[in-house]
Nanobody, 132 residues
């Protein structure tokens, strides 16, 4: 059974850092793309980063709003994908989700990014709150 569990959320002040973890079970993260998404109150869920499977060439995508501040990485030994979030801003406040999708060479390429509708297994989400 595919399962994803996020952790690492919390409350920080503007300019602070958090590291989110997405630990997978029931599959190997090397073989499927992992995406990070977020949803703020009253807004649609948006993709902010993803990392492709190793078979698809280890592509990494970042939304423009987090480029240069967030870093996605994978620890294959722990079957975990991380999202290091630095220089946090109040507008980063949201529930953060990780998700996985069936593998495809399109995932996480700059021109494709990450599409919510491609992802079929989701974690429960973790709250991130950034105060000014």
């Amino acid at each position: 059974q595919v399962q994803l569990v996020e952790s690492g959320g919390g409350s920080v002040q503007s300019g602070g850092s958090l590291r989110l973890s997405c630990t997978a079970s029931g599959f190997t993260t090397d073989y499927r793309p992992i995406g990070w998404f977020r949803q703020a109150p009253g807004k649609e869920r948006e993709a902010i980063s993803c990392i492709s499977s190793t078979h698809s060439g280890y592509q990494i995508y970042y939304h423009d709003s987090v480029k240069g501040r967030f870093t996605i990485s994978r620890d294959s030994n722990k079957n975990t994908v991380y999202l290091q979030m630095d220089s946090l801003k109040p507008e980063d406040t949201a529930v953060y989700y990780c998700a996985t999708a069936p593998d495809s060479p399109l995932h996480c390429r700059t021109e494709y990014g990450a599409k919510v509708y491609d992802y079929d297994n989701w974690g429960q989400g973790t709250q991130v709150t950034v105060s000014s």
